[in-house]
């Protein structure tokens, strides 16, 4: 598999920019690494524990903290990090810092910023960094996603979906597809009270909300799509055309659109 630079058709034009590598870095220390002592068992040691060991992958015993009664001076742990941050390529500055988002709130706001100010093709959803072809569509599934309960099955198929369309090394397209049209079913769902598919759910919301012909139609052609003999909710046909980058992304922005508009009117 290749790497995130190759794979996306950035080369030189990114890993050669020090000025956006150091702004990063800049950005990690101040945010992570900015710690004169760190007491032993404090979240500041467990963090520095987790990317020692889960993200670096090594050896506990081989950590470099040099413990004084119930603190350590980070100076090496900085140094080791700082090191390979420093030689790591693009995909790999990307992988740390979806392994940082998680532990401060506003940190992917920060970098998001950065690749704003540089130009970056690249953005922050759900804690993933992924490659948008315009600030327009990026802010639109952003908005979208918002109206969402976070701990909806609806979000929960959405960012299914995203996780799916954008790993790096395992890129899925065709469950991608699965994950956003069931995002729009789990939704029609709660809103119906029912578990029927989406299929038989389709004229129960129009019912409701008294959609236009048009909308029904296109929802209906949409679960249509996936749903028939070479769609992707099915098993894999011998003549079946291969689901694309392009098709799943698409499928991912109107299915987050539908979601969005029915919740939307689900609450009114």
């Not at 413990?67 to 350590?72: A, E, S």
């Not at 392009?246 to 987050?256: E, P, Q, R, T, Y």
Request: charged fraction near 25%; glycine fraction near 2%.
């Amino acid at each position: 598999m290749s790497n995130f630079s190759v794979r996306n058709g950035y080369k030189n034009d990114i890993s050669t920019d020090d000025q956006i590598r150091n702004s990063i870095w800049n950005k990690i220390f101040l945010k992570f690494l900015k710690i004169q002592y760190v007491y032993v068992d404090s979240p500041q040691d467990l963090f520095f524990i987790n990317i020692w060991t889960q993200f670096f992958n090594e050896l506990i015993d081989e950590m470099p903290r040099k413990i004084l009664l119930t603190y350590y001076v980070p100076t090496d742990l900085n140094y080791y990090i700082k090191k390979k941050y420093l030689n790591s390529k693009w995909n790999e500055i990307f992988d740390l810092l979806e392994f940082l988002f998680p532990y401060l709130d506003d940190f992917s706001k920060d970098i998001e910023e950065i690749f704003k100010q540089n130009n970056f093709k690249i953005r922050v959803i759900n804690d993933q960094i992924i490659i948008v072809d315009s600030d327009v569509e990026h802010e639109e599934l952003k908005s979208d996603l918002s109206t969402i309960n976070f701990n909806s099955n609806t979000k929960k198929h959405l960012d299914s979906a995203i996780h799916y369309l954008y790993d790096r090394n395992h890129p899925d397209y065709r469950n991608s597809m699965k994950e956003s049209i069931s995002a729009i079913e789990a939704l029609a769902r709660e809103i119906c009270n029912s578990n029927d598919d989406l299929g038989k759910l389709i004229p129960k919301i129009s019912e409701i909300y008294n959609y236009h012909p048009t909308f029904k139609k296109a929802l209906t052609n949409i679960y249509a799509y996936t749903s028939d003999e070479g769609g992707v909710r099915h098993s894999f046909k011998l003549d079946a055309k291969e689901t694309t980058f392009d098709d799943a992304k698409f499928f991912l922005h109107i299915c987050s659109a539908f979601t969005s508009y029915l919740n939307t009117a689900n609450r009114k």
